[in-house]
């Protein structure tokens, strides 16, 4: 009986981790600009793909290289501060998920690169991970309390 207990434990672990892989999935990028508080762009950005579908001037747009950026060009206190997110269509050069400043289309901007669907709504993070963490984990523990 704790065998069939244990392979259906495994089967439902392993259905967990694979629908966390993104590698399946087509991957998007939410894509706008807005300058100053008018806008829909900028941070906090507290769309989803379905709030979206309501706004004229933000998309949630597929992304054949998965990689999506959020470029903040200004300072915190700036009127003129922009918000701009886009796809990639490259991968930056080490493939780390980042956020820098950095000199582009000759001004300094914060630019953050992420690898995922609709990533680029919020700071880069490693949800993920910590999910696929926790899976290990809650597994390690039913397995021993059986």
């Not at 941070?43 to 309501?54: G, I, K, Q, R």
Request: net charge positive; proline share 4%; glycine share 6%.
């Amino acid at each position: 009986m704790y065998r069939v207990m244990y392979r259906h434990l495994f089967l439902i672990f392993l259905a967990g981790l694979l629908s966390l892989t993104e590698s399946s999935r087509i991957k998007r990028c939410f894509n706008c600009r807005s300058r100053g508080d008018l806008g829909d762009c900028k941070d906090p950005f507290p769309h989803n793909a379905t709030s979206v579908e309501e706004l004229r001037a933000v998309e949630a747009l597929p992304c054949a290289s998965g990689w999506c950026a959020k470029i903040v060009e200004g300072k915190g206190d700036d009127y003129a501060i922009a918000t701009e997110r886009m796809c990639l269509q490259r991968p930056p050069g080490d493939e780390e998920q980042r956020c820098a400043p950095t000199l582009f289309q000759g001004r300094r901007v914060l630019m953050c690169f992420c690898k995922g669907d609709l990533c680029n709504s919020a700071v880069v993070g490693q949800a993920n991970q910590i999910y696929v963490l926790f899976s290990i984990l809650a597994f390690i523990i039913f397995k021993f309390s059986l």
